[in-house]
């Protein structure tokens, strides 16, 4: 079985290449026996065959597909109309779905960026910056899965009067001996901010990165003459800095909205979903393997791209534009 | 007295500062500890792991071991699992860049019609939820016997990598000056030995990003793997033993922490040495579905 898969694998990676500029020979081959204006008309699509061919099997398809299966039942046999989409706005625990994910939409985006931008202004001002910065970007390089155990760790939790071997619960206890140790993914109340903590924590470097490159575009002159004529640090900061760097922060916030609103590794990891942490992507694979209900699994996964295409729709105006200078 | 006037202007130059340090420093170690006290308790024996706090492993008696990663490696099929996570992720980090290197070089250097309008479009699905696909796609799997094979997989991360490959690629290529290609088509070249010879070439940087990402995505990846490969431990890349490991050890600790580090290993190797790449390829490419 390794042996086999070993094989396949090299084949995979020197024979697809192989393959494929085989086929880009041919077609100039033969493309060049046409007519020149024949050529011309015919070559483009030649070329983008293979990346049309897999885009439209594995992407296209399948995207129209789920669309027509959101409109019928469990097994895929009876069209049901919208009663999917009115059992999500409905049904009691769909609706803690949905607040879950709406909770992370907003606490997650709006801590992410904020931190982001603090630890970027900080980091301008000190030598060791680029340390610094590749610490926090760190998280960002390993799986949710390791960050899901990594802050598991971190949130273990002894029963009060025992060592707890959670750093969360100790640090909290040593500074403050009231202090009731928490299990911090197990309580309702507290374990949906708990897995929200641990997005934070892997996306901030990622925020860090692009504002500070954006900051570090700011003109100094502007800085230099907005201190001369009186203003304050802060005063620098919110008047000249963050709007000179606004399209950036609206970059960064749309990225992460796209990402969150898929979130799944970490709570498949940390909770599983139970105690009411579910989200909308980790209640689609429940609904898929463990309900084997795939009318409610596909309209989980529309709901996902509706609430997306806005931002599609941004990303298409933006780089539509700068398609045209070239 | 110069030094004496250097040492004093830096320290009043850092006590100025120090709201910022303090700050900054705080925010470091928050942002250290977590993975630092994970490394810490994946070294030290069972028993202590249970009992007594990570940060204790400094106090004497030190007790280290390795027992950890021995275990995980040889019982909770963690070897196993990296070498499957290795045979996932290279052939799906190789196999999409050709396919868009090609469409790359259609968008930026041939004229048809519809081409502006075709590129919007693959931008478009570049924010595709890939959980759009995920029932069609399984079931087309499970009609060709390719669920549970590494064969599908690679082929599906293909398909998730190729809107951003072609994004990414087509940026670089569109951005070669005409006047090479000029000179080429002059002296005789086709369209295939410019791209080969010209395109190719020049576009490595933009070839090195894209690979370490893809490699990345591919590597830290879970969602696909669970879906497409099912869970049987034969063909399980590292993200989905460990979280097995969680559902059936749960509080197994000693497991956990070495398995977990066991599959950072690889991705911290290449942040450190291919930072740049790395960086420039993850803040590229974060839009990804």
């Known amino acids: 079985m390794v042996l086999r898969s070993t094989i396949l694998a090299v084949v995979a990676v020197f024979g697809v290449p192989a393959g494929l500029t085989l086929y880009i020979f041919m077609v100039e081959k033969g493309v060049t026996r046409l007519r020149f204006t024949l050529q011309k008309r015919i070559r483009p699509w030649l070329w983008l065959t293979p990346c049309l061919a897999i885009l439209s099997v594995f992407l296209l398809y399948p995207v129209l597909n789920t669309l027509v299966l959101s409109f019928l039942n469990n097994d895929s046999t009876r069209f049901i109309g919208l009663q999917n989409y009115v059992r999500i706005f409905t049904d009691r625990e769909m609706l803690i779905v949905l607040r879950n994910n709406a909770m992370w939409l907003v606490f997650f985006t709006l801590v992410t960026v904020t931190v982001g931008l603090l630890i970027a202004v900080l980091t301008d001002r000190v030598k060791y910056e680029q340390a610094a910065k590749a610490l926090i970007f760190l998280p960002m390089a390993i799986s949710f899965v390791a960050a899901g155990v990594i802050w598991k760790f971190m949130y273990e939790f002894r029963p009060k009067g025992t060592p707890q071997i959670g750093t969360v619960n100790a640090v909290l206890t040593t500074l403050s001996p009231s202090f009731e140790p928490q299990a911090w993914l197990f309580n309702p109340s507290i374990n949906n901010w708990a897995l929200i903590v641990v997005g934070i924590w892997i996306w901030t470097g990622f925020a860090m990165v692009i504002l500070s490159a954006s900051i570090k575009g700011v003109p100094k002159e502007i800085m230099e003459a907005a201190r001369i004529d009186g203003a304050g640090e802060f005063q620098v900061f919110f008047r000249v800095t963050l709007p000179i760097i606004k399209p950036t922060i609206v970059v960064v916030t749309t990225t992460l909205i796209i990402n969150v609103l898929k979130i799944f590794d970490i709570v498949y990891v940390m909770t599983n979903g139970i105690l009411r942490t579910e989200v909308i992507a980790n209640r689609m694979y429940k609904e898929m393997f463990n309900f084997m209900n795939f009318g409610m699994a596909s309209t989980l996964a529309v709901l996902l791209l509706v609430a997306i295409i806005p931002v599609m729709l941004l990303n298409i105006k933006r780089f539509g534009q700068r398609g045209e200078v070239q | ?289």
């Open chain 2, 1 to 289: 007295m110069k030094g004496e006037r250097h040492i004093t202007g830096w320290v009043i130059r850092f006590m100025r500062k120090s709201p910022i340090h303090l700050v900054l420093l705080t925010i470091c170690v928050i942002w250290l500890v977590p993975t630092l006290g994970l490394f810490v308790s994946s070294l030290r024996p069972r028993a202590l792991i249970l009992n007594t706090g990570w940060w204790k492993a400094f106090n004497a008696p030190l007790l280290f071991t390795i027992q950890n990663y021995l275990h995980v490696i040889q019982r909770a099929n963690m070897g196993r699992s990296f070498f499957n996570s290795l045979m996932i992720a290279i052939p799906a980090t190789v196999m999409p860049i050709l396919v868009a290197a090609f469409a790359a070089y259609a968008f930026s250097w041939m004229r048809f019609p519809g081409r502006d309008v075709l590129f919007l479009m693959i931008i478009g699905l570049l924010v595709v939820p890939l959980q759009m696909t995920l029932i069609p796609i399984l079931r087309l799997f499970n009609s060709l016997h390719l669920t549970g094979t590494f064969v599908g997989i690679w082929v599906a991360h293909t398909a998730y990598g190729l809107p951003f490959a072609i994004y990414l690629l087509r940026n670089f290529i569109g951005g070669i000056p005409e006047d090479l290609f000029e000179s080429a088509f002059l002296d005789g070249a086709n369209h295939v030995q410019i791209f080969y010879r010209l395109v190719l070439p020049i576009a490595v940087p933009a070839i090195a990003s894209l690979s370490i990402f893809q490699f990345m995505w591919v590597w830290n990846d879970l969602l696909v793997a669970l879906i497409y490969l099912g869970g049987t431990p034969e063909v399980a890349p590292m993200t989905v033993t460990i979280s097995n490991l969680v559902n059936s050890y749960g509080g197994g600790w000693e497991f956990l922490t070495s398995a977990a580090f066991i599959s950072m290993l690889l991705p911290l190797l290449v942040f450190f040495s291919l930072q740049r790449y790395f960086i420039r390829g993850i803040l590229a490419g974060s839009i990804k579905g």
